[in-house]
């Protein structure tokens, strides 16, 4: 199940995402939405937990 996060600090990285979110299960993926000019992050990204139950936990 993929979760969208937002208010993320623009400092986070996408290592420090998937930490936050291991705790809840197998995360197969973490993507942080980044600026096309900048290359900075929006603040925003996405999490795909592999169980449905554990993805609804977090």
């Known amino acids: 199940m993929k979760i ?11 290592n420090e995402l998937e930490e936050l979110f291991k705790v809840y299960g197998e995360v197969q993926s973490c993507t942080l939405i980044l600026d096309k000019a900048t290359g900075e992050s929006k603040g925003f990204g996405f999490v795909e937990i592999a169980k449905v139950g554990n993805a609804k936990a977090a």
Do not use: A, F, G, Q
């Open 4 to 14: 969208l996060i937002r208010n993320l600090p623009r400092t986070l990285s996408e």
